[in-house]
């Protein structure tokens, strides 16, 4: 008989967000006329940009000519659009990242499982708590963890607790790990980093030959001038740090799919032997065997993005969340809510009222309101009554579940 891989039993029950799929199907199957308003899965509600659309619906025509149509296309993604990416993204802001390092994938979730890939058994590895659930389950199904403790830990991550305490912003270990996820704007906190504080995290990992896992997803959000989009923007990063960005978020990709991860060249780690590895040279031999590049019509589509016109609509796309966090964030203090971030981010983390555990309140706002967010501690032990609220929505939506909700817990 066929054998399985035993690390996916030591998997919770269900990934996050099924498990609320499926709490809400279930409420909606005995009160089929309620009408939910989802403010929890950080999904995109508003039209991919017309800039975009154009440059799609060229790339369509393009394939129905033979002396314009594409088939199989490079794995490390087109040159046209990684020159686009290095140039606006990193060279702009100062950032010595050249076209070669940069690989265009279907997305960063994807991107920031895949990574272990090239990654030893061996490892000891720091997440943050609460944390983006795909860090810690990708290395439980990759065997990289024991079993879980009482409070839902694995054995074998280093837990770094985020919390109001410390502004939700983890301290630096003082033990030696050797990968380290990090994300900012954070999910699920809305916190950010500073340059100093960035540069503490680049000085650790070059001191302890430790690699930073960057995720930058929600970089566009960031409106304060004093706050890096990248961690290249810290000298020394490109010896210890892979960077993951995506499209879905700022430009709506979601549905599109398109996202790049950068490796530079100079990022090395060791073999068991002992003796250094490019890390690049791992990443895309993986590229190049398990992935046949993402579509030239959606290439051309996130190309579209570095257009005078695509700047624009994205910015202005990027604008209209950032109001719908505002007005979230407003509404909520009002009705005596404890409420973090949703300034240079586009969650909300909020402390649950009275008491009430994350998924307690998850169903009681379900159940009173007819609004989903996001329970906390789904990202984590230490995030136990906390709770994420999205500010991915139309505008009409975002207010008829302030409305609700204020009306409900109002001070």
């Known amino acids: 008989m066929a054998t399985i891989n035993d690390n996916y039993l030591k998997l919770k029950a269900g990934y996050l967000f099924p498990e609320i799929a499926r709490r809400v199907n279930t409420f909606v199957e005995s009160n089929p006329e309620a009408k939910i308003i989802k403010l929890g899965i ?16 060229k790339a369509v025509e393009d394939m129905g000519d033979r002396s314009t149509f594409k088939g199989y296309g490079p794995e490390q993604g087109y040159g046209w659009l990684r020159e686009k990416i290095a140039a606006q993204d990193f060279q702009a802001r100062g950032c010595d990242i050249d076209a070669s390092e940069i690989f265009v994938s ?8 895949n990574i272990l890939d090239i990654f030893g058994k061996n490892n000891k590895i720091a997440v943050t708590d609460p944390v983006y659930p795909v860090y810690v389950d990708t290395n439980v199904m990759a065997g990289h963890t024991g079993e879980t403790n009482d409070k839902g830990e694995y054995n074998g991550l280093v837990y770094l607790p985020i919390s109001a305490d410390n502004n939700f912003i983890a301290d630096i ?23 100093a504080y960035l540069k503490a995290w680049v000085d650790y990992a070059k001191a302890n030959d430790s690699i930073i ?18 961690i290249y923007e810290i000298e020394g990063a490109k010896d210890c740090a892979i960077e993951f960005r995506s499209f879905s978020k700022n430009a709506g990709f979601t549905g599109t799919r398109c996202a790049f991860t950068v490796v530079p060249k100079q990022l090395t780690a ?40 695509g700047k624009a609509q994205i910015k202005a796309l990027v604008d209209f969340y950032l109001e719908n966090a505002k007005i979230i964030c407003e509404q909520l203090k009002s009705a005596g809510f404890e409420v973090y971030g949703g300034i240079n981010a586009p969650y909300i983390w909020l402390k649950t009222p009275h008491n009430l555990s994350s998924w307690d309140f998850f169903d009681k706002l379900l159940q009173t309101t007819h609004v989903v967010g996001t329970p906390g501690s789904g990202f984590g032990a230490a995030g136990e009554g906390y709770f994420r609220i999205s500010a991915f929505n139309s505008r009409e939506n975002v207010q008829e579940a302030m409305k609700r909700i204020t009306a409900q817990f109002k001070a």
């Open 42 to 57: 950080g999904d995109v509600t508003e039209p991919l940009p017309e800039a975009c659309r154009t440059a799609m619906i």
């Open 106 to 113: 279907d997305g960063a979730k994807c991107d920031t499982g």
């Open 173 to 195: 270990p003082t033990e030696k790990v050797d990968l380290i996820y990090l994300c900012f704007p954070n999910n699920p906190t809305g916190a950010t980093a500073t340059k």
């Open 213 to 230: 896992f960057f995720d930058a997803a929600y970089e566009a959000f960031i409106t304060d001038d004093s706050l890096p989009h990248s």
């Open 270 to 309: 060791k073999a068991a032997d002992g003796s250094e590895v490019e890390l690049w040279k791992l990443w895309n031999r993986r590229q190049s065997t398990k992935f046949n590049g993402v579509s030239y019509i959606v290439q051309r589509g996130a190309e579209a993005v570095y257009s005078d016109a």
